[in-house]
């Protein structure tokens, strides 16, 4: 592999990355509402791209309607099965409830 016997100077350094900039973005006004844009893009504004209006965001909201994430789904079973426990403890406790009383009475009864 080659390589440089000598340091390169900070002149030659220079001329070398002479050329390596950054340059500006090209730029053109929407039609629509003449609004500044970048090219091949859809104007932050208006929402219209050569003279016709993109909905972005109904897309996105179709894409989630037919194919809802995992997570979410997850998500949601677990709401409805901590729903369904949480009546089933209820169910429980209000069966519980006359039990224990029918059982204090008895043993007052006993008791007198």
Known sequence: MAVPKKRTGHSAQGHRRSNWKATKPET??????????????VCTSCGYYKGEPVRLKDKAEAAVKEKPAKKAVKKAVKAEETKVETKVEETEVKAEAPAAAAEEEVS???AE
């Open 108 to 110: 007052e009864e006993k």
């Open 28 to 41: 053109t006004k929407c039609p629509n509402c003449g609004e500044t844009v970048l090219t091949h893009t």
